[in-house]
């Protein structure tokens, strides 16, 4: 290289790792300082990065070519933070990591100096890209498209992130919500997931996202209901919620209006007397007159059920029990799928909050549904037995369902339990989810294939994955087994034999508890 040329280094994308470790280390094997190196990606290519460096024009080289096998060696923490600064959005990332690899391998003492300015800057870019992944994850709001006949819904959302991460937090997605279809648009790219695969393409903009749906509107209630005023620190919340993402997030909406209102609220928390949180189901008079297998349809939450819901007593956001019961409230009324119209009513998970276990069936059936209570048919009196002979007493168990409503079809009189299809069981999701955040137990068991599915997102066969503790997205500890109804239906010449593997597969919670207490 003479003296004052500069080589250009064109990369296929702006985060195109690959290339740039390959581009890096061709460098280095030639000895060509950073200085003498300016770095581009196809949408900066005319920008020249070392502006500071005075060039004459050169013909530009668009790849450096390693003659020969160089042996760089660098920590593993470096190739960490480089994976994760590239995907910063300042255009100077390139050469700023390809001087930290210059320096690791020409000044060793640079591996013991953390104050290091070029050190301190790369930590400081990771820093707010592993934030930015960390808010697109907590952040990004999906709004229902219903398509054609035969299609399943799509969920489209619309995000705004800081940096290049959309394929880095894409996966996160596909995992969570495998069983959906949907879609992440952003200004500068977007995702699909067709429940096979992900499909990156080009930015979108707000407009192609859709309008607010009804499962929004419950959203906004539960939000509403579990927001604290007394609590209300609103310089911690926008620390945590930073302002910029508001106006793509539909509880936003309420902040401003809850948050003015805080104070008198706050001030009636402390003078009123205690009370109980008002119960719109009333269990024991439904199980007094299980009458008609339907129930009256009580119609999808609309806009009156957000405004109720700003009104209702204050509601301590971190009294779990308050949560649970306006959560139990809000799944009763859920239309995101047809079999709530059906039901007689939502069947809610039980048990201590903050239960180190929880435990999670399929949906209600029959009696449940009559009852208003999970597990309390056969398949909760052989699951009642079980726990008896592991010497777990179930109210110290969360016990619930990954659907909550009770799926049949009529034969005559009677209602006969139908598998609830994965679209059901993902519109259900959330309420899971809102009920773990709760409970926040240390360990789940699932029940059968669908709250497998549920718990793990992903398809899960049971028979093979039975009897291991497996991670859910989030690290949560989760053991497989089987739904006590399949040893009900299994050959009785085998009942036996199934039944003792199942209490062994359970007895591996008995054995994690007793070591997480
Ligand atoms: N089956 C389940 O999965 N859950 C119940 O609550 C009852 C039967």
């Not at 290049?164 to 495998?178: C, K, N, S, Y």
């Not at 269990?283 to 007094?288: C, I, L, S």
Request: glycine share 6%; proline share 8%; net charge neutral.
């Amino acid at each position: 290289m003479s003296g004052n040329s500069v080589i250009n280094i064109t990369l296929a994308g702006e985060t195109d790792w690959p290339g740039f470790r390959k581009e890096a280390r061709a460098l280095l094997a030639k000895l060509i300082a950073p200085v003498g190196v300016a770095w581009h990606t196809p949408a900066s290519s005319t920008a020249d990065l070392f502006s500071d460096l005075d060039v004459s024009p050169t013909s530009p080289v668009t790849s450096a070519h390693a003659h020969g096998p160089i042996n760089l060696v660098v920590p593993s923490s470096f190739v960490t933070l480089c994976e994760t600064v590239i995907l910063h959005n300042d255009p100077a990332r390139f050469g700023l990591l390809y001087r930290l690899l210059w320096r690791l391998v020409h000044e060793p003492a640079l591996r013991n100096d953390p104050l290091d300015a070029d050190r301190v800057k790369a930590q400081h870019m990771a820093q707010s890209v592993r934030r930015d992944m960390h808010k697109m994850k907590a952040f990004v709001r999906f709004r229902t498209i219903e398509r054609e006949e035969g299609k399943p819904p799509l969920h489209v959302a619309w995000f705004e992130p800081d940096n290049h991460i959309v394929e880095a937090v894409a996966p996160f997605f596909m995992r969570r919500f495998t069983q959906m279809e949907w879609a992440i648009l952003t200004p500068e790219r977007s995702v699909h997931w067709n429940g096979e695969r992900l499909h990156f393409g080009p930015g979108g903009e707000p407009r192609d996202a859709p309008a607010p749906d009804a499962g929004e509107a419950l959203w906004l209630t539960y939000y509403a209901n579990i927001f604290n005023p007394a609590r209300l620190k609103m310089a911690m919340m926008k620390k945590e919620m930073p302002v910029k993402y508001w106006h793509n997030l539909p509880e936003a909406e309420l902040i401003s209006g809850l948050a003015a209102d805080a104070m008198a609220r706050s001030g009636h928390m402390v003078e009123a007397a205690p009370t109980q949180p008002a119960r719109r189901i009333v269990p024991v008079a439904r199980v007094a007159a299980p009458t008609a297998p339907t129930a009256p349809h009580r119609g999808v939450a609309g806009a009156e059920d957000v405004v109720r819901g700003l009104f209702m007593e204050p509601i301590a956001a971190d009294n779990p029990v308050q949560a649970l019961a306006i959560l139990k409230e809000a799944t009763d009324r859920c239309r995101e799928c047809p079999i709530g119209k059906h039901a007689t009513q939502s069947v809610f998970g039980e048990g201590p909050v903050h239960a180190a276990l929880m435990v999670v069936g399929e949906q209600p059936g029959d009696q449940e549904d009559l009852h208003g209570r999970p597990f309390v048919g056969p398949a909760g009196r052989l699951f009642d037995q079980a726990l008896a002979q592991l010497g777990w007493p179930r109210e110290q168990l969360y016990v619930t369902n990954a659907v909550k409503h009770f799926k049949f079809e009529l034969r005559g009189k009677r209602r006969i339990h139908q598998t609830p299809t994965q679209r059901e069981a993902a519109a259900c999701l959330r309420w899971l989810e809102s009920e773990i955040e709760q409970v926040q137990p240390r360990a789940l068991i699932a029940l059968g294939a669908t709250a497998a599915r549920a718990l793990l997102g992903r398809p899960v066969a049971v028979t093979r994955e039975r009897g291991q503790w497996h991670e859910d997205a989030r690290g949560r500890k989760v053991l497989v087994t089987l739904h006590p109804s399949a040893l009900l239906r299994s050959d009785p010449s085998e009942h036996e034999q199934a039944y003792k593997a199942w209490l062994d597969d359970l007895a591996l919670a008995s054995e994690w508890l007793k070591h997480a207490v």
